[in-house]
């Protein structure tokens, strides 16, 4: 598929985090995701364990693994919070696990930003928050670790030429740059997207 910004999600709550995620989180890692149902027999026999297989296979610092729980179908039965906190300790799934938002026709919010199919969807995201693979139904275990290790290995390349290009960007005379007070206590991140200062980290209430 070509390239294009991914969607942000529309998050109603999260499991498994001590803090609400959002896409710039995961910004200079290649982002797995996956959105499943808890009654979809394709998502608990073969997408679920798959996720938990990406999970140990990469390190933490070069992919994220979160998923999605994203209910289109039997609202009675999957939609309560007790009942996924339930799935997810039997099944040991220790992930992140994001409820996608409801909307107002039973279609979910962010399922819908991405015009999903169905479940299982497969999302594959690179560390510059692009989209780069969209898949519903199962994919092979080596055709996903394949993808994975192509998008972390051009994460490595664009952060290797990183610094030659932002000295290029600066020209000749370099520009000292300072991170104030304003910058720290700020929670807007289009400035990180820009600032040559490599120092900013987000915070839970803040950046540092």
Known sequence: MTPR?????????????DRPLRLPHFRGRTLVALAFQMLCPG??????????????????????????????????????RDVLAAFLHE??????????APGD??????MRAYAMQGTPTLLLIDHAGRLRMQR???????????????????????????PSLRQAQRGPFAMTHVATDACIRCKYMDCVEVCPVDCFYEGENMLA
Request: glycine share 8%; with cysteine.
């Open 5 to 17: 910004p991914a969607p942000e999600w529309q998050i109603a709550e999260w499991l498994n985090s």
């Open 136 to 162: 519903f139904g199962h994919l092979d275990d080596l055709r996903l670790g394949a993808g994975i290790a192509g998008l972390v290995a051009e994460a490595k390349i664009d952060a290797a030429r990183a």
């Open 91 to 100: 099944n040991r799934v220790r992930l992140p696990v994001a409820i996608d």
């Open 43 to 80: 998502c608990v026999a073969h997408a679920v364990p798959q996720l938990q297989k990406v999970r140990d296979a990469f390190p933490e610092g070069e992919v994220a693994v979160v998923a999605i729980h994203t209910v289109f179908e039997h609202h009675e039965a999957q939609g309560r």
């Open 105 to 110: 026709d039973g279609l979910p919010l962010t």
